[in-house]
């Protein structure tokens, strides 16, 4: 799995298939701060899989409220969905992965770290081929650096992590034409590249972390569009080429892809014949599933239609804890579009936190989370997803619900009351906007109860355009380097699988829309990888040390956690979502030819 950190797609975390998975028993665990049911990752039907229903077609749903975007490349895409109608694809992917995404071999490519020497070397395996019959070489393992790193790029996956690699600082300013730390033993259409680091981090063992991109791109394929043009190119829209098990056959732009058998693929020969993954809107994904119209989902559907699913006699259900959460977002600054770096507004109407703070105080997640949640969402109390049990901070407090705390901070900071609202310490009318994604009825609800809620702590908020934005709007408002449309957000992030979160919060990080940055979160970020967390012990109390600072500061401040789960219909065998089943795709076959 490439390290995307990415937004999703509603205000209902939802995931990739990578880390989706499978369920159906309810044993109740205890993780964070309620408790919720525990789901099976894996589902298999009865019966022995048929040459009929290998031969028909598998039919996934993928869940949103909007058309996919449609950019096939990793380093290029940033919205959850567009992985997920791509993923038959294998997401390009290097490496094969542990139950904890630690790196192992056997994947398309094999990493060796040498401390000494701070170099990582990636070697492709022999049969290595894109799904047009290229061979996949040592260029197409760099060229990603050059797409996200480019300062003409639309790539959003750039960090000051990757900076860690000789000459890509140089290269991301426009001060070098190519990445001096990247070299090629055996030239650049062999089969290694060496990557030379200013320090090797202990993330590194494992995918998805934020040094080491953890997918190729197909630069003979690529190569003759400038990378400024490559998301609007045909190569990554219309015809993208793909190195897993299937093929692109078509796609109906915004709508649906299709898929078949890739011949090139060198890993577990796939058993369907056909794949279809087609968008359906979280309103109507329940009578779908009930008239049999698909055989599992991605993108995840709202809790709330949990207690429907499952009273579907012909549907298991599997899940995994999600690699995601909803937040709340402040707008607290801007990016600065001359250095890339985003910067504290001390003027803007969200920097006070105690503000922050008195928001979220005011308003109950636990009851929400009760109330539409089902067992498979919860109060989120850290930005780190407690699947990450080493580093989470299972004691941090969050903001469990407290009106009075809420009303008193609002005094204190100045925020006096003036007839039904506050107005601010200067004694101006305050007016919050609140941004958030057209969603499910029971998420669309929640908004509804979160301005009430505020309302009643004496603040006028009000929805931004007076209604929830549709999903390619809410993100392009609030991508600009500076918008004042939007005071606060509700988003949600699909981590990556290894938990530093520098992409996301960094002062670099185009993710940071919230534009959060003081020299503190960028010295306990730094820490998280810094030499001394190799020593495990001290790695574990930087995270706990950052989780509980940025919930002091609720520049972003969690909101649930959830389960990641797909109803799976009783004609699919070898569903399986842990992280250690590398082959998601080939592992799957049909006993019928349609579903059941």
């Known amino acids: 799995m490439s390290n995307k950190k990415k937004w999703l797609t509603a205000g209902i975390a939802m995931l990739s298939v990578m880390t989706l998975a499978a369920c159906s028993n309810s044993k109740s665990s205890n993780s964070g701060t309620t408790k919720h049911i525990s789901l099976p990752a894996s589902y298999t039907g009865s019966g022995k899989a048929t040459t009929a229903g290998n031969n028909s077609t598998l039919k996934v749903a993928e869940v949103n409220d909007a058309p996919f975007a449609g950019i096939a490349s990793g380093t290029l895409a940033s919205n959850a969905e567009d992985s997920d109608v791509f993923s038959p694809g294998g997401a390009d992917a290097l490496f094969n992965v542990t139950k904890n995404w630690k790196i192992i071999d056997g994947g398309l490519a094999n990493q060796r770290l040498n401390r000494k020497a701070k170099t990582v070397t990636i070697t492709l395996r022999k049969n290595a081929r894109w799904s047009n019959g290229d061979k996949v070489t040592a260029k197409d393992i760099e060229y990603p650096y050059e797409i996200i790193g480019n300062k003409d790029t639309t790539s959003q996956q750039y960090s000051s992590d990757f900076a860690a690699i000789k000459g890509m600082a140089a290269y991301h300013t426009g001060k070098a034409k190519t990445i001096s730390g990247?070299?090629?033993?055996?030239?650049?259409?062999?089969?290694?590249?060496?990557?030379?680091l200013t320090k090797l981090a202990p993330s590194l063992k494992y995918a998805g972390n934020s040094f080491i991109w953890g997918g190729v791109e197909p630069y003979e394929y690529y190569k003759g569009t400038p990378i400024s043009k490559l998301a609007s190119s045909k190569q990554v829209r219309k015809a993208p080429i793909f190195t897993g098990p299937y093929k692109l056959d078509k796609e109906v732009q915004g709508e649906s892809t299709s898929w078949s058998p890739n011949k090139y693929y060198w890993g577990k020969k796939p058993q369907?014949?056909?794949?279809?993954?087609?968008?359906?809107?979280?309103?109507?994904?329940?009578?779908?599933?009930?008239?049999?119209?698909?055989?599992?989902?991605?993108?995840?559907?709202?809790?709330?239609?949990?207690?429907?699913?499952?009273?579907?006699?012909?549907?298991?259900?599997?899940?995994?804890?999600?690699?995601?959460?909803?937040?709340?977002?402040?707008?607290?600054?801007?990016?600065?579009?001359?250095?890339?770096?985003?910067?504290?507004?001390?003027?803007?109407?969200?920097?006070?936190?105690?503000?922050?703070?008195?928001?979220?105080?005011?308003?109950?997640?636990?009851?929400?989370?009760?109330?539409?949640?089902?067992?498979?969402?919860?109060?989120?109390?850290?930005?780190?997803?407690?699947?990450?049990?080493n580093v989470y901070d299972s004691k941090a407090s969050g903001f469990p619900y407290n009106m009075k705390k809420?009303?008193?901070?609002?005094?204190?900071?100045?925020?006096?009351?003036?007839?039904?609202?506050?107005?601010?310490?200067?004694?101006?009318?305050?007016?919050?906007?609140?941004?958030?994604?057209?969603?499910?009825?029971?998420?669309?609800?929640?908004?509804?109860?979160?301005?009430?809620?505020?309302?009643?702590?004496?603040?006028?908020?009000?929805?931004?355009?007076?209604?929830?934005?549709?999903?390619?709007?809410?993100?392009?408002?609030?991508?600009k380097p500076k918008q004042n449309k939007m005071d606060v957000f509700l988003g949600a992030w699909s981590t990556s699988s290894e938990p530093t979160p520098t992409q996301l919060y960094g002062v670099d990080a185009p993710y940071n829309m919230g534009h959060f940055a003081t020299k503190k979160n960028t010295q306990l970020l730094n820490s998280l990888n810094s030499n001394k967390a190799w020593n495990a012990k001290y790695r574990v109390q930087q995270y706990k040390k950052w989780q509980r600072y940025m919930n002091s500061q609720a520049a972003y401040a969690p909101e649930e956690f959830s389960y990641s789960w797909s109803p799976v219909n009783k004609r699919v065998k070898g569903y399986n979502v842990a992280p250690q089943n590398n082959e998601f795709w080939s592992s799957i076959s049909l006993t019928a030819a349609s579903p059941k």
């Open 182 to 196: 990247i070299t090629y033993p055996d030239g650049e259409k062999g089969r290694t590249v060496v990557i030379h």
């Open 272 to 389: 369907i014949k056909h794949i279809t993954i087609q968008v359906v809107s979280t309103n109507n994904i329940v009578a779908a599933l009930t008239s049999k119209k698909y055989d599992f989902v991605l993108g995840g559907i709202g809790s709330s239609q949990y207690p429907k699913v499952k009273k579907l006699k012909t549907y298991g259900i599997a899940g995994t804890p999600a690699l995601s959460y909803t937040y709340f977002g402040f707008n607290v600054g801007h990016m600065d579009p001359k250095t890339g770096l985003n910067v504290m507004d001390k003027n803007a109407k969200m920097s006070n936190k105690n503000l922050r703070r008195a928001m979220m105080y005011a308003v109950n997640i636990d009851a929400v989370a009760k109330k539409f949640g089902n067992g498979l969402n919860w109060r989120a109390n850290t930005l780190i997803p407690p699947t990450f049990k």
């Open 406 to 479: 809420a009303k008193s901070l609002l005094e204190k900071a100045g925020y006096k009351k003036h007839g039904k609202w506050r107005t601010d310490p200067n004694g101006k009318k305050l007016v919050i906007h609140l941004g958030a994604m057209t969603s499910s009825a029971a998420k669309e609800a929640t908004y509804q109860y979160y301005l009430q809620q505020w309302h009643k702590a004496g603040l006028n908020v009000k929805m931004t355009t007076g209604k929830p934005m549709e999903m390619n709007s809410f993100y392009s408002t609030l991508q």
